[in-house]
């Protein structure tokens, strides 16, 4: 099985899982539309608990933002832990705090072999007037237990090899996979564990029988089930056409260099944790398979990639270091990644048997995995409660133009990051 994804991830995955498509009609407890983080872990969630789950993709597990981003394993929310518990309370900010060891309790449990690394995460800054706000963020934290350390421009310098950075913190509770490999590793569990998960099956129709739901696949067949989750994230379609229309797809670009030099590989992220800046449209880079410098950032929301789009992310990547110029870029891929409105994640339930998640604003690798377990264990017992409120779907206005005026306010916040000191 080979995927249409151009990406490192694509090219250094393992054999992917061979799976079929959904046909004839079929029943099960619980039916899952999505075969990504927040599907998959869901699926397990379930089977561990004895439901019977089938769980169809339109495309294959990771096709979609599972299988194509940054591979970074990151803790909390947008919000920092001050401002989470006046929103939601100190149950939920514990539960941002937590996300990271889900997913990584998830691979040790089921032994997933996706060169699961727990190096720790940075978030650096290249703006003097942006370090009273990292600092506080890591103070918060620091607050709450979390193993976390201010770094000064010195620090920095050292952790990553960038002379870019004016100061950041470090999160040691973090750290990075391979994605693919991850959510194929999920897929096999989720198998091995009972849960039927079809490929190539995607899910058109979404209709109440009786006091169970019924969904309709593309080409015939259909799942009848007493719950259903709808896991599609950033690839809504029009299934639900309120949840697509209450998340803008983010276009999500990144390169990956040819293999670093041992001398380069010395002094580029020595110690292997990933890195993000606090920039309004920043950018964020690690070393992947192959010893290779990755970087990704954001460009426009339309559909297909440019080559601008590309250049702008390599350009950001010789700012960063102007010791790799000379490196060629061996891959570059994009995928999408479901942005909200207020930047947080959320739940819905339209219906006491209809379960939708949504919006995990570039964090998705731990969130995803912590929320899609959640939301399974919560299917199986109402007692155990959600870390975050349902809330109602809200369509964004003019969301059908949305591939304008959100890379109109890229470029606004590209403008006010060049100007900001």
């Not at 909390?76 to 705090?97: I, N, Q, S, V, W």
């Not at 996300?99 to 072999?113: E, P, Q, V």
């Not at 580029?268 to 010893?291: A, C, H, M, Q």
Request: charge should be positive.
């Amino acid at each position: 099985m080979s995927y249409s994804i151009a990406s490192i991830w694509a090219a250094t995955a393992h054999p992917a899982l061979e799976l079929p498509a959904l046909e004839g009609d079929q029943s099960a407890d619980v039916a899952i539309i999505g075969a990504g983080f927040t599907g998959l872990s869901a699926a397990l969630a379930l089977a561990e608990g004895g439901a019977s789950v089938i769980v169809v993709d339109r495309q294959e597990p990771g096709f979609g933002a599972s299988g194509r981003n940054g591979g970074q394993v990151i803790p909390g929310l947008k919000y920092d832990p001050d401002a989470l518990d006046r929103m939601y309370g100190e149950a939920t900010t514990a539960f941002a705090g937590r996300t990271a060891d889900t997913a990584f309790s998830l691979i040790a449990k089921y032994g997933i072999d996706c060169d699961a690394r727990r190096d720790g995460w940075i978030q650096a800054t290249v703006k003097a007037a942006h370090l009273p706000a990292v600092e506080a963020r890591m103070r918060q934290w620091q607050a709450r237990g979390a193993p976390v350390e201010m770094l000064s421009a010195t620090g920095m310098r050292q952790k990553t090899g960038s002379d870019i950075f004016v100061g950041g913190w470090l999160d040691r509770r973090a750290g990075r996979l391979h994605p693919l490999n991850y959510v194929q590793g999920l897929a096999r569990a989720a198998v091995g564990k009972g849960v039927q998960v079809f490929a190539r099956s995607e899910a058109v129709t979404l209709k109440r029988s009786g006091a169970d739901w019924q969904v309709g696949i593309a080409g015939g067949g259909s799942v009848r089930a007493a719950h259903v989750i709808v896991a599609t994230n950033g690839y809504s379609g029009p299934l639900w056409p309120a949840l697509k229309a209450s998340v803008v797809p983010a276009s999500s670009f990144q390169v990956a260099t040819a293999s670093l030099p041992s001398a380069l590989l010395s002094e580029i992220l020595p110690e292997g944790s990933p890195v993000s800046d606090t920039r309004r449209v920043g950018n964020y880079f690690r070393i992947g398979p192959g010893n290779r410098l990755m970087l990704g950032g954001r460009g426009h929301f339309g559909e297909t990639p440019s080559e601008a789009d590309y250049a702008g992310v390599v350009q950001a990547l010789h700012r960063t270091y102007p010791q790799v110029r000379s490196l060629p870029i061996e891959f570059r891929w994009a995928g999408r990644v479901a942005m909200t409105a207020d930047h947080l994640p959320h739940v819905h339930r339209p219906f006491d048997n209809l379960t939708m998640a949504v919006g995990y604003n570039g964090r998705g690798v731990a969130l995803a995995s912590a929320l899609g377990t959640a939301i399974g264990e919560n299917i199986l017992d109402a007692a155990k409660p959600l870390p975050l409120r349902f809330t109602d779907i809200k369509a964004l206005p003019l969301h059908g133009l949305h591939p304008v005026y959100a890379t109109m306010a890229i470029w606004y916040y590209k403008l006010r990051d060049a100007l900001e000191r």
